[in-house]
């Protein structure tokens, strides 16, 4: 093993949405000394930065970590996928581009657990100072951010028709679904710019990498933080020329994401006293709720068989079309090679006396039997939805002390019967709006469930038969107070010193929407947190 001779002021471990962005802001005045550990590799591969590339990024291990749930009992028994981004920019290199920051309320109650500091009237200038939308800036956006938002550049026929319906079925239509208030459907923006991926690796880490005090090295995986009694002193890594470890004179950072933060952790000594030792790890701090509280959305998909060609299977399928696409893409930067992974969304109440929405849906204007597999070869589109604020939360158990061998990851989706009701509500929806007019005229048939699906315990079945994560968990490593709180307010690890987590892990709850907003939101606060606390 080699120590690196070099102690420096900061050590983030993990270079994702949060990591690069606690890269570029402590290393912004020059002061500091950053090093910056990233499991993946540099972020050459041209498909992340096309935005349709998730499909060729997504369950490829040059990209992605490629998890494995348990078997799930809601689910009926099944393991399911559970991509997590394993290169530079982490899972905003290969993510679904949706840029979606949730409600107000989701905020406000972060700030009613306890934690002060984090209400939506104090989070809101993060997400602004974050933001640069092209529609410019506002009392809630921001312009001139380092993260580019981007309207769609590839509407479509099938998606307007999509909106119309919905609007028909009696959703508002709207035109900015990150308001104070989150309610109707519209094209959804996104985090592009001019037609191209705008990770955190592009947005925050490459105008900071030249910087002399900030060093980043890919291929190194973290495997523990050091300690010295209850503080920590520094991270070991392994590259690919062996075990290495270096040394942070004032903190160490975990952005390891909602997976890699808890796991870490534990391996490390931080963590269930009871199930460290059944691992035969030193216990360096006992603390519960390292691994618990882990929430997911989980996306229920419906497909629908439709009698004219407007989908982007009928493109793919005409080799002039096909080849239309990618000249589209590679001299204007527009058509379907721009698409987010829905160009749209719609927030609905699936009970109209609800305060806020509860479910929020999403149209692809294509299909196959899975996501990510091949076009089915018939004009048809997919449609999902998932619950907004599930009340089931599963956890995450090492297998090993080994950090290389993946955790035991239980979501125990559908546990709760709120959620249960939540899809059998979202299904019906759905079907509202598929009955309604533009829709109804090109409509065929539905292929998944089908329409011999009728009943509450059917719907309910063939959600738990189909649905899969649509790759939002967080809340391994909660901020609170309570005693399952990993980290305080100031994202500090309770109980150890010179050690914060810094991602989605530390969410107490999931918000309503799309993470990766939240997160770079976490660690552009937690930048201003820890440059403020040297005062
Ligand atoms: C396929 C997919 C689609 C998604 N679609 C959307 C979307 O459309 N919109 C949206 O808002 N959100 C989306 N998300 C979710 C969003 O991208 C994540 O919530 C967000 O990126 C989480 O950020 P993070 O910093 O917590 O973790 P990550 O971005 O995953 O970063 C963690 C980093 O740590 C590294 N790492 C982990 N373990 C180790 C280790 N032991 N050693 C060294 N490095 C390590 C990883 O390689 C990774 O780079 C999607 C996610 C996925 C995976």
Known sequence: MSDDEQIYDYIIAGAGSAGCVLANRLSANGRYTVLLLEAGTKDTNPWIHIPLGYFKTMHNPKTDWCYMTEPCEGLGGRSIQWPRGKVLGGSSSINGLIYIRGQPEDYDHWRQLGNAGWAFKDVLPYFKKSEGNERGSDDIHGGDGPLKVSDSRAQRELCDMFIDAAVCAGIPRTNDLNGIVQDGVAYTQQTTHKGLRCSTAVAYLRPAQSRANLSVVTRAHVEKVLFEGKRATGIQYRTPSGMKRSRAGREVILALGAIGSPQILMTSGVGPAGHLRDHDIDIVHDLE???????????????????????????????????????????????????????????????????????????????????????????????????????????????????????????????????????????????????????????????????????????????????????????????????????????????????????????????????????????????????????
Request: hydrophobic content about 40%.
């Open 289 to 535: 709720g390292v691994g618990g509280n882990l929430q997911d959305h989980l996306q229920v998909r419906m497909v629908y068989r439709i009698n004219q060609p407007l989908s982007l299977n009928d493109d793919v399928r005409n080799p002039l079309r096909k080849a239309m696409m990618g000249v589209n893409w590679a001299l204007r930067r527009r058509g379907p090679l721009t698409f987010a992974a829905s160009p749209l969304s719609a927030f609905v109440k699936s009970d109209p006396k609800m305060a806020t929405t509860d479910l929020q849906f999403f149209m692809q204007p294509l299909s196959a039997d899975s996501p990510g597999e091949g076009l089915h070869k018939f004009s048809a589109f997919s449609t999902s939805f998932c619950q907004l604020r599930p009340e089931s939360a599963g956890h995450l158990e090492l297998k090993s002390a080994d950090p290389h061998v993946y955790p035991a990851i239980h979501p125990n989706y559908l546990a709760s019967e709120t959620d249960r009701q939540a899809v059998i509500a979202g299904m019906k929806i759905t079907r509202k709006i598929i009955a309604c007019e533009p829709l109804a005229s090109i409509m065929e048939e539905e292929l998944y469930p089908g329409e011999h699906i009728q009943s509450d315990e059917e719907l309910l079945e063939s959600g738990r038969e189909t649905s899969q994560t649509i790759y939002h968990p967080i809340g391994t490593c909660k901020m609170g107070s309570d005693a399952k709180a990993v980290v305080d307010q100031c994202l500090r690890v309770h109980g150890l010193k010179g050690l914060r987590v810094v991602d989605a892990s530390i969410m107490p709850t999931v918000p309503s929407g799309n993470t990766n907003a939240p997160t770079i939101m976490i660690a552009e606060k937690a930048s201003d947190i820890i440059l403020g606390d040297l005062g």
